[in-house]
T-cell receptor, first 113, second 112 residues
Framework: DQQVKQNSPSLSVQEGRISILNCDYTNSMFDYFLWYKKYPAEGPTFLISISSIKDKNEDGRFTVFLNKSAKHLSLHIVPSQPGDSAVYFCAASAVQGAQKLVFGQGTRLTINP | NAGVTQTPKFRVLKTGQSMTLLCAQDMNHEYMYWYRQDPGMGLRLIHYSVGEGTTAKGEVPDGYNVSRLKKQNFLLGLESAAPSQTSVYFC???????????FGPGTRLTVT
């Protein structure tokens, strides 16, 4: 049972435009959400996070939106740059003790010049 | 700071062989984790540790054992490798259970 789902395996966006990556979850106990970015042959790197007490968190070009009633979160990147081309994973946890992250399948984002 | 390092980077095993993957972190983090990544599956937690001398099972622990004898090291062992354990293995660490996790570069393991 996939508790965190990223239904788009890939996304292609033109440079300078907005990239929107989506993520859905099923477990209502999740209360902390993260986005990680992964380049080939490297480990994931943390991008941005959001707690369930918020509905938006912004960090530079990256904004994460959380809709708890719909159990949906999204990552907005604006403007998109070629260096943003990577695989993006969303992850969720119920913050209790060790942060056991549950990851989505990932979305490969390609930014076209 | 090297961050999180993993040894080896690549390994090919025959079915039934054993091996140990080593993860080391120099950030004085309490928490350490082992994940595996398979195509179309994202990352799945194998085992984790909340401090030196402790270990706990994650989502997919069968066929693996772990040890955390020193705070900075977290070892993942495969006693009798199976083709289903072909995967990319990532180690991660975090300062607390509520903080972001820092990942190593991964170990690509193939079991034939």
């Amino acid at each position: 049972d996939q508790q965190v789902k990223q239904n788009s395996p890939s996304l292609s966006v033109q440079e300078g435009r907005i990239s929107i990556l989506n993520c859905d979850y099923t477990n209502s106990m999740f209360d902390y959400f993260l986005w990680y970015k992964k380049y080939p042959a490297e480990g994931p790197t943390f991008l941005i996070s959001i707690s369930s007490i918020k509905d938006k968190n912004e960090d530079g070009r990256f904004t994460v939106f959380l809709n708890k009633s719909a159990k949906h979160l999204s990552l907005h990147i604006v403007p998109s740059q070629p260096g943003d081309s990577a695989v993006y994973f969303c992850a969720a946890s119920a913050v209790q003790g060790a942060q056991k992250l549950v990851f989505g399948q990932g979305t490969r984002l390609t930014i076209n010049p | 700071n090297a961050g999180v390092t993993q040894t080896p980077k690549f390994r090919v095993l025959k079915t039934g062989q054993s091996m140990t993957l080593l993860c080391a972190q120099d950030m004085n983090h309490e928490y350490m984790y082992w994940y595996r990544q398979d195509p179309g599956m994202g990352l799945r937690l194998i085992h984790y540790s909340v401090g030196e001398g402790t270990t706990a099972k994650g989502e997919v622990p069968d066929g693996y054992n772990v040890s955390r004898l020193k705070k900075q090291n977290f070892l993942l062992g495969l006693e009798s490798a199976a083709p289903s354990q072909t995967s990319v293995y990532f180690c991660a660490s975090s300062y607390s259970g509520a903080g972001e996790q820092y990942f190593g570069p991964g170990t690509r393991l193939t079991v034939t």
